[in-house]
């Protein structure tokens, strides 16, 4: 067997191994329905941070029933703010106390205004996938 076939070999034994990093990703745990909403609001504070920690902090904030409410646009947009900046912060989803909790706030607010079902995915399907609608 050529070295490359057996190195690729290897790899595939390390990937399956989990040899390889083990990044745990929102795509790994979040249920596809609730996935789009999860991103969305996720990407609205990557803005000039690791976006690794961010992941992680979305992950762990997800997986905890205390946080996980964050992610609901109708959710978050009803919100008190200082109870959406408390949950933000508890996993360093949000890392400014004050501008983050607002613009996760006026993000869920537009998804819920602009979707019937108040999530993503509708919204997406209500201008049957065009961007520039």
Not at 79 to 104: C, F, K, M, T, Y
């Amino acid at each position: 067997m050529n070295l490359f076939l057996k190195n690729i070999k290897s790899l595939i034994k390390m990937h399956s191994e989990g040899l390889l990093g083990g990044e745990m990703m929102p795509e790994d745990i979040v249920p596809d329905d609730e996935l789009m909403d999860v991103l969305t609001l996720a990407m609205a504070l990557n803005y000039q941070r690791n976006s690794y920690k961010l992941w992680r902090s979305v992950v762990k904030a997800y997986q905890d029933e205390n946080t996980k409410w964050i992610f609901n646009p109708n959710a978050a947009a009803n919100s008190d703010l200082d109870i959406l900046r408390n949950a933000l912060l508890l996993h360093r989803v949000g890392l400014q106390p004050n501008r983050h909790p607002e613009i996760w706030q006026r993000v869920a607010k537009g998804i819920v205004k602009s979707s019937e079902k108040g999530n993503v995915q509708r919204l997406i399907e209500t201008v049957q996938s065009d961007i520039a609608f």
